[in-house]
Antibody, heavy 117, light 108 residues
């Protein structure tokens, strides 16, 4: 079955960067795009961007485009999301998700990123 | 960017009752671009309904979606104990995805 397994929780100081991984299994990694969505405590999910795992094209939300980089390693069936210049308000759970059509049919378990001095 | 507004914020019902959740968009959303998710505490969102009215694999038929334009509805015909959770609508448009603020369905 389709599985997306993310790396573990991170604690970072303001101004630092964080890089989260998302390992896919159970399907052809290059046939689907991987998206990143974050959710701050008690807030709605917020879409950050995506990578076409087949050709590594990317597109980012305008809100994050200056600070986010999404990459992939097809040999490892893994996508990565790096967020730089972290602020306290970046504290959130970060999810990767597989896009099917115009929706997300499979999600990773989430990675908690805590930004605190 | 299309803004999605869900109502009510919290819905208190008993098992066996019918739940009606609303999602209103700030601009028209194509029917193939409206999705519903269920989220329980500490878990990732779970796909329920895509393309406004199509149930995802494994979703019971007590869940149904409808609507068009700017007004969409998720209906749960007879609530089961496992249905109490937060529900989000999501749309795709203008190369961007946005989510509603959620409706919390709680046990009365």
């Amino acid at each position: 079955q389709v599985q997306l397994v993310q790396s573990g929780a991170e604690v970072k100081k303001p101004g630092a960067s964080v890089k989260i991984s998302c390992e896919a299994s159970g399907y052809s990694f290059t046939s689907y795009s991987i998206h990143w969505v974050r959710q701050a405590p008690g807030q709605r999910p917020e879409w950050m961007g995506w990578i076409n795992a087949g050709n590594e094209n990317t597109k980012y939300s305008r809100k994050f485009q200056d600070r986010v980089t999404i990459t992939s390693d097809t040999s490892a069936s893994t996508a990565y999301m790096e967020l730089s210049t972290l602020k306290n308000e970046d504290t959130a759970v970060y999810f990767c998700a597989r896009r099917m059509g115009n929706w997300f049919d499979s999600w990773g378990q989430g990675t908690l990123v805590t930004v605190s001095s | 960017e299309i803004v999605l507004t869900q109502s009510p914020g919290t819905l208190s019902l008993s098992p066996g009752e019918r739940a009606t959740l609303s999602c209103r968009a700030s601009q028209s959303v194509g029917s193939s671009f409206l999705t519903w998710y269920q989220q329980k505490p500490g878990q990732a969102p779970r796909l329920l309904i895509y393309g406004t009215s199509s149930r995802a694999t494994g979703i019971p038929d007590r869940f149904s979606g409808s609507g068009s334009g700017t007004d969409f509805t998720l209906t749960i015909s007879r609530l089961e104990p496992e249905d109490f959770a937060v529900y989000y609508c999501q749309q795709y448009g203008g190369s961007s995805y946005t989510f509603g603020q959620g409706t919390k369905l709680e046990i009365k």
